[in-house]
């Protein structure tokens, strides 16, 4: 937007500032109360805590019950004194939705307008309420308060006409008047020159870069920070600076934890975000000392340095002091809108805390191999300490990942992940982490889709900007054939970690599984340039192009993805299905043959999901003898069946009555 430069510039009110007449008006709609003048939100008179923005939001709403209120007008209103991106406005407007519990499939109180902004549709009435008394607060400064139109003889500061004239007073007079104006100028200079400096853009999105250990240090001792406990005390304090602020989560950042230098404000760009945090670990006398360093990424501006100390045997401490310094300064710069809250998990000194680093590093590395060794970490760090919350989310979380991996039966994985998810969620009930994670069990393992969304819910109200959270519910949406919804969640943690090399690709599969192809190739192929090696991009593209009939491109892309998985028994046993099923469809009966007798023998020592078989079957032709396959998937909860409603790849055996009667033994 541009502003008239005739005019004097004058900023948008905050919402929530009240006014004399404000402060004794309430709004209600339905059993919901806004009181702006104490900034409190009632539903039956119990508190709904909202964040500053959520709040500012509703109160604009409620004043324009109806209205169009345009993307524009909120981010200027709401935001007036920041420059953000959209995806701060949408954030805001899905916290403030769960707030109200309103029903997706039933928007009663927030409609979208599409391309242009939001309508508030629910009835809302002014109720007039007896004020507070306040201490009188004085009128804003007039123009003419601070420059009269009419001269003030006794407040002067000017001498006058006749005053110069005096020959005794004149020298003296013009010495002042000297003064007085490069007094001025220098005002001037200065103010402009801080306005030159001073960072006009707030922060609204950060990076953390993966600690480093300097080079000095790294030969002081031998039992300095390695590289995975540093990454550990990162993924730590990204952990910690939620709230307003969209931090990119730790797998987005692995790529620079190689041990290259890395160019921060190169890598900010590359993140998309409006600042980057980097950190150097020194150690000398006895002392760790963590120095950290904020960046402006338009412009390499450093906007804040410090460091903090502690003992070698204290790390807890030192990542739970450095997230309190940058939390201070970031509410100091205007990116987090309360002052950082007190840290409600506290880490415990000592093996468990390291070992929970450890397995926090192997699961981010999002394979296989590393699932197992985080599995191992954790339950290591649950023995050194029982009571530790985070252990046991993590631990759920490995055993989530492990399922869709198809490493073992959902009906095996399930338990061992349902009890670690509890008893995270019993130890600290402020975790986002273990409701996601218990979420993914309800939906991979138990296809208690309900049950699975109200867990992905409840995960985003505690942390919005968690976009893993977002990511599984929209899977979870897309099994229940929500797609517009899915694909506005999965958009929405694609917007939180736009780098994220599966949540892109689930973006493909969420387009794939509702028959929109062309755009599930061009979300494929994105993911693709970015690492061409990333076999369930690679994997899902196969599926793709089955489902267009482009079957000899399917099998180039199957078996590049079965070569990628490396070692034999790495590779996962659906993806050998999907090829079975392209090369039956290709023509090529003889090599789908071949894959069915592989995955006949194989599973007399690995685990090989029924649904593998039923997939070349299918291909085949061989329709009865598949339903039979799924019926055994049935049987042991194999992950990839939670998608039998709505997966194209099953579609040849959709209208056979006996694979009805499978999806009514399942509940989907």
Known sequence: MQSNPGSPRTEPPSPSAPSSAQAAVLFEFENFRLDPANRLFTCEGKEILLPGRVFDALLLFVRKPGALITKEEMLTTVWHDSFVEESNLTVAISTLRRALNEDPQDRRYIQTVARRGYRFVAEVREVESTPRATKPVAPPLRSEDVYPSEPVASASLEPTASALSDSSAKPHARRWALLITLAVLLAGLLAGAWHLLK????????????FTLDSASAHAASDTPDEVVLLGMTDGLISRLDGDLVVRPT????????????????AGREQGVDAILSGSVEIASGRETLHLRLLRVRDGFVLWQDSVSGTPDSLPQLEQNAGEAVAHELHRLGAISAPPKPNVTAHPDGPAYQLYLRGRYFWNRRTVDGLRKSTDYFRQSIDADPNYAPAYAGLADSYALLASFSVEPGSSANADARSAALSAIHLDPTLAEPHASLGMIYFFTDWNLAAAEQEFEHAIQLNPNYATAHHWYALDLAAMGRFPQSLYEIHLAQKLDPLSLIIGTNVGWIEYLSHDNAAALVALNRVLELDPNFVRARTRLGMVEMATGDYAAAVTNLTQALALSGNPEDRDPWVEGLLGDAEARAGNRAAAEK?????????????????????????????????????????????????????PSLDPLRTDPAFQG????MKL
């Open 662 to 665: 499978l999806l009514g033994r």
């Open 251 to 266: 797998g987005s950042v692995l790529r620079y934890s190689t041990g290259a230098t890395v160019d921060p404000v190169a």
């Open 199 to 210: 960072p006009r853009s707030p922060i609204r999105t950060l990076a953390v870069l993966p």
């Open 595 to 647: 894959v069915l007798a592989e995955l006949h023998e194989r599973a007399a020592s690995h685990y090989v999901p029924p649904i593998s078989r039923a997939l070349v079957l299918i291909g085949l032709g061989r329709n009865a003898e598949a339903i039979e396959a799924l019926g055994k998937a049935v049987d042991d909860h194999s992950t990839s069946m939670v998608y039998a409603r709505v997966d």
